[in-house]
């Protein structure tokens, strides 16, 4: 069975400060990871994904990721907050194959001027 | 334009009224899948499908129905809707297979049931 945790459900920073926003996940194979971002009443975007090939993943707008096997963990981080980072980020993990999918519950990221 | 299309964008309907939401894709994508969206609990998978005549459950399947008959549309159909299924639904498409898992998500379909 899969599942996906997302740490914090709200993450403020300040512009032009690092970004961390925490997801550990569970899963009885390896799995494949993503992080997507929602911008308001938008859809979905890819940001980045680890299918076990390197575990810094680097993604799009200088987001990236690093998959930590012993910890479980995917967290993602950006070393400067822009303002148009503020969005909802869901970590996701899936099968080989990507069939089934799970979807953590989100974390919305605040970013003050 | 490579995109995944869903029609309509936004549904106001009753209690039991059939009802479908259309979705297609212009990738030739093998794989498929419809999620509903609510607050704090992320997106949630309902049906998937990984070619034509194969589908197969998600997370969420009670009160749905899909079928694939072509390989471009997924349709959606909630047979007799209730209020518990307002929601905001995204249709997703992927080529599938091994390291080819990227979804591309339709714009969403926001659904009121009265």
């Known amino acids: 069975a899969q599942s996906v945790t997302q740490l914090d459900s709200h993450v403020s920073v300040s512009e032009g400060t690092p970004v961390l926003l925490r997801c550990n996940y569970s899963?009885?194979?390896?799995?494949?990871l993503f992080w997507y971002v929602q911008h308001p009443n938008k859809g979905l975007q890819l940001l980045l994904k680890y299918t076990s090939a390197a575990t810094l993943v680097k993604g799009i707008n200088g987001f990236e990721a690093e998959f930590k096997k012993s910890e479980t963990s995917f967290h993602l981080t950006k070393p400067s907050a822009h303002m148009s980072d503020a969005a909802e980020y869901f970590c996701?993990?899936?099968?080989?194959?990507?069939?089934?999918?799970?979807f953590g519950a989100g974390t919305r990221l605040f970013v003050k001027a | 334009e490579a995109q995944v299309t869903q029609n309509p964008r936004y549904l106001i309907t009753v209690t039991g009224k059939k009802l479908t939401v259309t979705c297609s894709q212009n990738?030739?994508?093998?794989?498929m899948s419809w999620y509903r969206q609510d607050p704090g609990l992320g997106l949630r998978q309902i049906y998937y499908s990984m070619n034509v005549e194969v589908t197969d459950k998600g997370d969420v399947p009670e009160g749905y129905k899909v079928s694939r008959k072509e390989k471009r549309n997924f349709p959606l159909i909630l047979e007799s809707p209730s209020p518990n299924q307002t929601s905001l639904y995204f249709c997703?498409?992927?080529?599938?297979?091994?390291?080819?898992?990227?979804?591309?998500f339709g714009p969403g379909t926001r659904l009121l049931v009265l």
């Open positions: 990738m030739n994508h093998e794989y």
């Open positions: 996701v993990v899936s099968n080989t194959g990507g069939f089934k999918t799970i």
């Open positions: 997703a498409s992927s080529l599938g297979g091994e390291l080819q898992e990227t979804q591309y």
């Open positions: 899963s009885s194979y390896s799995p494949s």
